[in-house]
Structure formats: structure tokens, C-alpha cells
């Protein structure tokens, strides 16, 4: 009988495992994939940036679409070989910025504290 109740509590256990990590999975995030030679990223409405993080070769580029809410773009962590930051508010346009050097990109919306995403270059 003890047997049956620690095989059913393991099966139990496995199964909120499971669970919990689907539920720590943002919305704004895409699977890990390999790089592309481009990518889109998103400023929406509410506030992100999607999708994020986004993994593009080395020399690819990636088009930032801005919708109806003005956002800016800008490289903080400015690792060497960052493209230009959109330091301009903008608004209903795409900028598409080129990344020449492999790294992690990490950009923020200084408008909207907390906005940020990641370009991985590889």
C-alpha cells in the first residue's frame, strides 16, 4: 500500500512540475530556435516588446514596427557593436537596425520603464 501512495504522490508531484514550468512562460517570448537572417520585433499597445528574445545571425537585421503608441529604442547595455539606438519617440513607422558583431542585445523603451527585449546574435 506504501508503495502505490509514493508512486502516486511521484506522479502527482511530476505532474505540478509540468505544470509550473508551462505557467512561468511568458507570452512575449518565442522557443528557442536557430538563428535567422532577420527578424521582426513588435512595440505594441501594451506596452512590450514581441517577440522577444528574437536570434538572428551575424549581419542580419532586425525591423522594430511601431504601432499607434510612440516608444523609443536604446541599446543601455551598449555592448560593443550596437547598432544606433531610436532615441526619436516613434510612432506608425519600422526602423530596421543591422547587427554585425555576435552577442546579447539587450534594449529598453525609456518612455515605458520596464519594456525591454533581447536580440541574440550568433
Known amino acids: 500500500m506504501l ?3 509514493a ?9 505540478l512540475s509540468l505544470f509550473a514550468l ?14 535567422q537572417p532577420s527578424a521582426t520585433v513588435n512595440a505594441t499597445n501594451a506596452l512590450r516588446f514581441t517577440p522577444t528574445p528574437v536570434r538572428i545571425t ?22 560593443d557593436g550596437a547598432p544606433a539606438s531610436i532615441t526619436a519617440p516613434t510612432s506608425n513607422t519600422s526602423v530596421t537596425r543591422t547587427f554585425d558583431r555576435a552577442g546579447t542585445f539587450v534594449f529598453n523603451c525609456h518612455i515605458h520603464p520596464g519594456m525591454s ?4 546574435v550568433q
Open 7 to 15: 508512486r502516486h504522490a511521484r506522479l502527482h508531484f511530476a505532474s
Open 22 to 35: 508551462a505557467a512561468c512562460g511568458g507570452a512575449s517570448t518565442q522557443p528557442v530556435s536557430d538563428p
Open 58 to 79: 551575424v549581419g542580419g537585421t532586425v525591423t522594430f514596427t511601431f504601432g499607434s503608441v510612440e516608444h523609443d529604442l536604446f541599446f543601455d547595455n551598449a555592448p
Open 3 to 5: 508503495a502505490l501512495f
Open 117 to 120: 527585449g533581447t536580440v541574440i
